[in-house]
Nanobody, 129 residues
Framework: QVQLVESGGGLVQAGGSLRLSCAAS????????MGWFRQAPGKEREFVAT???????????DYVDSVKGRFTISRDNAKNTVYLQMNSLKPEDTALYYC???????????????????WGQGTQVTVSS
């Protein structure tokens, strides 16, 4: 069982920045695929970013097109934590942001909610115009 706890959400003006954190339990965190999703009111949960382990301790990141160049996913395996640095925020980024984890070894990015095994409770991000 993996537990995920998000933090770092808040209210920010358009153009501002926030950094979300997700602390995970588990002994082999360094091999987990970690993802960030978001869900705005009345909309489906949307993939934002993912970072997965590959042989040789290489990590690969992937993003939804709408956040490329603005958001960066990273991880600190010593702290069992994954981050989402969000810059140049826009009102359309407003949503509840979820951290997700998949403990299985993946050879390609995963971006669908059902592909992840564990979920956090979410942290609210609100961007005012």
């Amino acid at each position: 069982q993996v537990q995920l706890v998000e933090s770092g959400g808040g209210l920010v003006q358009a153009g501002g920045s926030l950094r979300l954190s997700c602390a995970a339990s588990g002994r082999t965190f360094n091999r987990y695929t970690m993802g960030w999703f978001r869900q705005a009111p009345g909309k489906e949960r949307e993939f934002v970013a993912t970072i997965r382990w590959s042989a040789g301790a290489t990590y690969y990141a992937d993003y939804v097109d709408s956040v490329k160049g603005r958001f960066t996913i990273s991880r600190d395996n010593a702290k069992n934590t994954v981050y989402l640095q969000m810059n140049s925020l826009k009102p359309e980024d407003t949503a509840l942001y979820y951290c997700a984890a998949d403990t299985r070894i993946r050879i390609a990015p995963i971006s669908l909610p059902h592909e992840y095994e564990y979920w956090g409770q979410g942290t609210q991000v609100t961007v005012s115009s």
